[in-house]
């Protein structure tokens, strides 16, 4: 695969969105900064003794009301932080876009087609200063990610293998039920150009409708195991429901980074990539990772979003 850019896409200007990111921005400094205990002041004139607040209609109203909820949420999230042991407090993002950016296969990553095969891309075309969290496979169940994740208010997706989730689904619904999205990474995790069509089939099409099954929606998103794919997968994952196909642009461990682009960095809409994993498997736990994939995220100055906002 090439170690190339992905061109921005989108170049209509929301300025609604970039007024909010910069107020998002300003109150999760603000948060990380301010909240060692107690809630401390709203901001705003208070009213009267005896006299109602005035709530502001329309649109300022409701960038006021939002900025609040952001606010709080943030120092929640400060609260968490120091919990469990994270360099900084993650930025809030900001509002996601009212229309989702069109995706296109990256250059480099075209498949015998054309556009009529679900899109493989690493980065979202975004402006917006955000990454996306995805987490695959399923061996590893640590309840501490769960309640991690939760308290920190921090988004990510779940690709998963049946033949390391069959053991314990109950995770994944606990997982599900906390608003993460389960999408499909085949049923066995098997090198799929390697395969043949049927094969292929019963491996993407077999786990869209085991998912299905158990957790009641079918998925929307696929990625392949190792990233790797030819005509056929992509021709099958369309057939069976598939709408895209993201892949990643770095890669996170408990202990550093690793980058497809050659200016190993982050840049706006990057999807990271990361796995269900402990210590059996590597340098630390699932918390340990999160850790240090937030201490990147956040020390560079981008928020984690929801993937699903987006695409």
Excluded at 78 to 84: E, G, L, P, T
Excluded at 108 to 115: K, Q
Excluded at 119 to 142: H, M, N, S, Y
Aim: net charge positive; with cysteine.
């Amino acid at each position: 695969m090439q170690l190339v850019r992905q061109k921005d896409k989108t170049r209509a200007h929301r300025g609604h969105v970039v007024l909010i990111a910069l107020l998002v921005a300003a109150l999760g400094s603000g948060c990380a900064a301010g909240t060692s205990g107690g809630s401390g002041s709203s901001g705003g004139a208070e009213p009267a003794p005896g006299q109602q607040a005035k709530e502001q209609a329309g649109p300022a109203g409701a960038l006021s009301g939002y900025v609040a909820r952001v606010k709080r949420a943030q120092a929640e999230r400060a609260v968490a932080a120091k919990k469990w042991g994270l360099a900084k407090t993650p930025l809030a993002a900001p509002q996601p876009p009212a229309v989702k950016p069109k995706l296109t296969t990256r250059k480099g990553f075209e498949a015998e087609g054309g556009e009529s095969l679900p899109p493989v891309f690493t980065t979202v075309p975004t402006r917006d200063k955000v990454v996306f969290l995805t987490i695959d496979d399923g061996a590893e169940k640590d309840p501490a990610l769960l309640r991690m994740m939760s308290e920190l208010k921090i988004p990510y997706s779940a690709f998963l293998s049946d033949y390391v989730i069959n053991d314990n689904y109950d995770y994944f619904e606990q997982m599900q039920d906390r608003g993460v999205s389960l999408y499909n990474h085949t049923l066995n995790h098997r090198y799929l150009p390697g395969l043949s069509y049927a094969e292929q089939k019963h491996e993407i099409c077999g786990q869209q409708t085991r998912l299905e099954k158990r957790y009641g929606t079918r998925p929307r998103l696929f990625r392949p195991p190792y990233g790797n794919y030819n005509k056929n997968t992509l021709r099958i994952a369309r057939s069976c429901g598939v709408k895209a196909v993201p892949l990643w642009a770095s890669e996170a461990f408990p202990d550093h980074m690793e980058w497809r682009e050659w200016d190993r960095d982050l840049h706006p809409g990057d999807i990271i990539l990361t796995h269900f994993r402990g210590r059996k498997h590597w340098k630390g736990s699932m918390p340990d990772m999160i850790r240090q994939v937030m201490k990147t995220v956040t020390g560079k100055g981008y928020a984690v979003a929801k993937l699903e906002d987006y695409v």
